[in-house]
């Protein structure tokens, strides 16, 4: 069975920093593709970043890019969000979650099969 379990959330100043993880247990990273997802107050779920299997390719939506890098340790079964120059706007519960994911898919929730259950984070002075 598939699990994924974020942490590194928390508060944070704007311009501050954090770091999330994601473990995943029931499957390593080998054939699939890795995604960040928010979903703010009153906000749908949208997408963050995404890392392919295949060439490593990443993938950032427009306000996080220069800001937000996506990446993994393969011997961890563990992926990474570090999160930089954090702005108010950032505060969400992020997720991850993995695929067997085709590129015209990488972007949307239903490229992704299995999820975290989010964790909290909060960009406030």
């Known amino acids: 069975q598939v699990q994924l379990v974020e942490s590194g959330g928390g508060l944070v100043q704007p311009g501050g920093s954090l770091r999330l993880s994601c473990v995943i247990s029931?499957?390593?990273?080998?054939?699939?593709?890795m995604g960040w997802f928010r979903r703010a107050p009153g906000k749908e779920r949208e997408f963050v970043a995404a890392?392919?299997?295949?060439?490593?390719?990443?993938y950032y939506t427009d306000s996080v890019k220069g800001r937000f890098t996506i990446s993994r340790d393969i011997a961890k079964n563990t992926g990474y969000l570090q999160m930089n120059d954090l702005k108010p706007e950032d505060t969400a519960v992020y997720y991850c979650?993995?695929?067997?994911?085709?590129?015209?898919?990488?972007?949307?929730?239903?490229?992704?099969?299995?999820w975290g259950q989010g964790t909290q984070v909060t960009v406030s002075s």
């Open positions: 979650a993995t695929g067997v994911t085709i590129l015209s898919s990488i972007r949307t929730s239903r490229g992704y099969r299995s």
């Open positions: 029931g499957h390593s990273f080998n054939g699939y593709t």
């Open positions: 890392l392919r299997s295949s060439g490593g390719h990443t």
